[in-house]
């Protein structure tokens, strides 16, 4: 019975295979790469969509800003510029009032959506670009 009884001391470790650095390296980089392409597609779908409700939220914005007439008080301010001073608090509230707030801050929503999907698909397109230049002729 005893002969059959083994320690760990018994054991020598094999070598492993020669490549299999080689081989581990590659599939990381494909792994990579192939983690890289897919945030790319989703960042471009989103900056694409992204874009499209930049450019609704910009058209309801102006559409709702020529309703409202702020553009004449701003015109106001630009043609007689002396009364506006003299009674510059009555203009401004006048002017807070004609402003389309919801149309303005979904504007503002949109234009931050874009701008950090464009940068997150800026980040993993130049991700994209290490992983396959990143890895060549390391092993």
């Given at each position: 019975?005893?002969?059959?009884?083994?320690?760990?001391?018994?054991?020598?470790?094999?070598?492993p295979p020669s490549g299999l650095a080689g081989i581990v390296v590659e599939?990381?980089?494909?792994?990579?790469?192939?983690?890289?392409?897919?945030?790319?597609?989703?960042?471009?779908?989103?900056?694409?969509?992204?874009?499209?409700?930049?450019?609704?939220?910009?058209?309801?914005?102006?559409?709702?800003?020529?309703?409202?007439?702020?553009?004449?008080?701003?015109?106001?301010?630009?043609?007689?510029a002396g009364v506006m001073v003299v009674s510059w608090q009555s203009f401004?509230f006048a002017l807070l009032e004609s402003i389309p707030v919801v149309s303005?801050?979904?504007?503002?929503?949109?234009?931050?959506?874009?701008?950090?999907?464009?940068?997150?698909?800026?980040?993993?397109?130049?991700?994209?670009?290490?992983?396959?230049?990143?890895?060549?002729?390391?092993?």
């Amino acid at each position: 019975m005893d002969h059959n009884r083994k320690t760990s001391a018994d054991f020598t470790p094999g070598e492993p295979p020669s490549g299999l650095a080689g081989i581990v390296v590659e599939r990381i980089r494909r792994e990579e790469e192939h983690r890289a392409r897919r945030r790319v597609a989703m960042f471009s779908l989103g900056t694409a969509l992204a874009g499209a409700g930049f450019l609704f939220a910009f058209r309801a914005t102006t559409t709702e800003l020529a309703q409202s007439g702020a553009g004449e008080y701003l015109s106001l301010f630009v043609s007689d510029a002396g009364v506006m001073v003299v009674s510059w608090q009555s203009f401004l509230f006048a002017l807070l009032e004609s402003i389309p707030v919801v149309s303005v801050i979904m504007l503002l929503a949109a234009a931050f959506v874009f701008i950090a999907c464009a940068q997150w698909l800026a980040r993993n397109m130049k991700t994209l670009q290490f992983t396959k230049h990143h890895y060549d002729g390391v092993f």
